[in-house]
Each structure stands twice: as structure tokens, then as C-alpha cells.
């Protein structure tokens, strides 16, 4: 028994993942069942620590002064709660049993009522009263929901389904509360476990359970809003993306699922935008930009067809189009409008923008129409100012020249000379001859 126990102390039995994730405080003393001295007092042995839901110390407050009386550690397990105290000095062992709670009869009451600033909370068993407090707010709901699923399991699992008992329904009636908590603690995806089991009960229950389906569809969208909004969250990574993708879809929420994930990655794409500064020439300013922006395009398009099915393409097709009109206003501004930039950088700018736009092709998109639709107006406009700049430089050479009348060698080259100005579209070219002289120049 001693080498067991041995054993036991090295492993780390705080909190199993299967009650919720451990904080620094509750984790602080790392101690278990082997560090309890008369667990045979309760029929335990070191042993049951391989099935410790959750372990921790909370403070004993008395229930009229709320002043401390004591501390306890408490370990949870999937049929009973068992209570230990400090040990006296020079015992072998840190803790000592002091009360043993039966799932079956335990009862949780939360005085704060939701107060976040509030650690104590109320179990009672067998007209017993414990009121105990947490070292922490996130504590407190760490350990509500480990009591309310161990609660819910234990329950669940005792009572035939067949005699249709109000016991069966317990802890869906305390399934709203714990979405709640769980939604409080960003543990989305025990919400939606939540959410499911509760819904598949109510489904298959016979029961009367009065407004209960319409706490739980409320609580279903509230988690589902609260899914949204960590999607639109700055820091979350693409993998946290798609995960929240993926439980709203768990939700039945593919409207909503699909509409948030490519606002997500609109934003993503607007700080793309204003992280990318003009740095260099024209033409390596909208190299990065087409790679950065259809290299988004390609990946989002693979993960779109991934996360949901082909009724959803148009929608994907759609943003896509939308986002292309945000790059081509970008292109045009820095490739298009700016008066440094010349003809052969426009044209240039255009081909690499074109080159990246296709790379799409491989995956069945085509928005190089689109492309060259939105930026058409901007590459008129590129040309007409090149061909005003021409003109004004060609005139403005003209006037700093020093031109002399050209004597013609004879009738036939005058002729000559005429019809080669018809051809530019000079009219009436005898306006400017003069007995065999070209006054055009003069």
C-alpha cells in the first residue's frame, strides 16, 4: 500500500481534464487521497484517487459571520465529495478526513447569483451545511461546474429512463446555469457538448418540463453569439477560427458560421491592407500586395471548401468579389493615380496584378474579368494623362526650338509632303504653304 501510494504522489490528480481545466491556486499544494489519513472511515483507499474528478483548497466560512473557520480540501469523486482537513503536526500524513458528502443527496447553492466578484458558495448534504469560499472568482466556477457535471452524470446514471422521474431531468434543469458558466469561461466546446446533450433529452423526454427548451434555446444563442465575437477577435489564429467555425456548425448555426468567418477574414485582409506601406518602387509595392492578397484568397478558398458544403460557394464567390473591389481601390490609388507613375509602370503594375489573379484558376475561380473590370477606369484614365504629358512635353520642346522655313525641291515633294499631313489628320495643308515654302513651322 505504501508503494502505491508513492506512486499516487507523483501523479498529477488536481483536476482531470474530463472536470475542467486547473488554475494556479487550486493546483498550488498538488495533494491527493494517498495524503489523507482515515479515508477508511469513509471505505476509501489510496486507490480511489484514480478516479479524482477535481481537487483543491477552499476555506470553511461560518454561515452567519461569513468569518473563516477553518481550511478543508476537497476531493471530488464520481459517487461522493469528501472532505479533509490540516493534519495536525508531526501526523505522517497532511490532511485528515473530516466529512464525506454522497453525490446522491448533495445540493449547490450559489449566493452571489451570478456575481462574478463573489467565492463562496453553499453545499448541503443530509441537512448539512458546508458554506465555503475560493481562493478566486474563476475558482468558484471552476468548481460549479465540476459539482454540476459529476451531479449530472452521477444522476443520470442511476435512474431508469423508463420510469420518466423528475430526478432523470436534474441536471438538464441545471443545464441552462452551466452553459452560462461554461460561455463565462471560454470553454465553448463543454458549452456546446452542453448544448447537444441537453437538446438530444428534451427531444427524447416525454416529461413535461415546462419552459425549459426555450432556456436552453436561449442559452443556444447566446453561446452562439459569444462564438462570433471571439471569431472577430484580432489575435485568434486561423486553427481558433475554425474551430469556432466548426461548433457554430455544431449549433446548426451555418448562416451565422459562414457570414462570421468571412467578416473574420475581411478584417484580416483591411490590416493586411494598412500593415502594407509603399516602400521601394511602384512595381515591388504591388508585387507584395497581389501575393499577400490572392495568396489570402487561395488559403481561405481551400479552408471555405472544407468547412462547409457547395450550397455556400456563392457566398464565398460573392465576398470574394466584394474584397477584390477593396484591392483594386488600393492598386489604383498607389499604381494608378499617382502622377510619378509612367505608362510602362502602369502596364507593368497591371501584368503582375493579373499573374496572381490567376493563380486562382487552379482552384475553379475566375475574378481576372472582375479585376480587369474595376481597374479599366483607372487605366484609361493612365493613358489619357500619359498622352496629355506627351503632348504638353511635345509642345513645350516646340517652343524652345528655333524653326526655319523648308523650301520645297519641287511641286512633287510639296504634294507629298501634303498628303503625309492628311494622313496625321492635318486638313487644308495649303493653308500653310506659300509659294513653295511650309509655313507650318514657322
Known sequence: LNEQSAILRGLNLTLAP??????????????????VQGLERAGLSPLAAMDCLAAGPLDLLDVETYSIRGHRHLFLLPDLLLIARPNKPGKEKRLAFDDIAPLATLRIADPGDGDSDVCHFTL???????????????????????????????????????????DHHTWLHDAPEDIEVFIAQRAYESAVELVERAQDALHESTNRLDALPQHIDACARKLASALCK??????????????????????????????????????????????LKME?????????????????????????????????????????????AVFAAVFARQ????????????????HVAQQSCAVLLQDGLDLEFSLLELLSPGIIHAIEEAG?????????????????????????????????????GVDHADDYMDKGFCLLFE
Open 18 to 35: 474530463a472536470a475542467t481545466a486547473q488554475s494556479p491556486e487550486m493546483d498550488s499544494e498538488r495533494l491527493t487521497l494517498a495524503d
Open 124 to 166: 448541503e448534504a443530509d441537512e448539512r451545511v458546508w458554506l465555503v469560499a475560493a481562493p478566486s472568482p474563476s475558482d468558484k466556477r471552476m468548481w460549479l461546474t465540476a459539482l454540476r457535471r459529476a451531479l449530472g452524470r452521477h444522476r443520470g446514471s442511476k435512474v431508469d429512463d423508463a420510469e420518466g422521474g423528475d
Open 230 to 275: 471571439e471569431m472577430s477577435r484580432p489575435a485568434l489564429r486561423r486553427h481558433g477560427i475554425r474551430a469556432a467555425v466548426q461548433l457554430l456548425l455544431r449549433l446548426d448555426e451555418h448562416e451565422k458560421a459562414c457570414r462570421s468567418y468571412l467578416e473574420t477574414w475581411s478584417q484580416t485582409l483591411q490590416r493586411e491592407f494598412r500593415r
Open 280 to 324: 521601394g518602387s511602384t512595381e515591388l509595392f504591388v508585387f507584395k500586395l497581389s501575393q499577400m492578397f490572392y495568396g489570402l484568397l487561395r488559403s481561405t478558398r481551400h479552408e471555405f471548401g472544407y468547412l462547409f458544403d457547395n450550397s455556400a460557394t456563392s457566398a464565398y464567390v460573392r465576398w470574394a468579389h466584394q474584397q477584390q
Open 335 to 350: 499604381a494608378l493615380e499617382s502622377t510619378t507613375a509612367s505608362l510602362a509602370t502602369v502596364a507593368a503594375c497591371v
Open 388 to 424: 496629355r504629358s506627351w503632348i504638353s512635353a511635345t509642345a513645350h520642346h516646340l517652343t524652345d526650338e528655333t524653326w526655319e522655313k523648308h523650301k520645297f525641291s519641287s511641286r512633287q515633294a510639296q504634294q507629298t509632303f501634303q498628303a503625309e499631313l492628311a494622313e496625321f
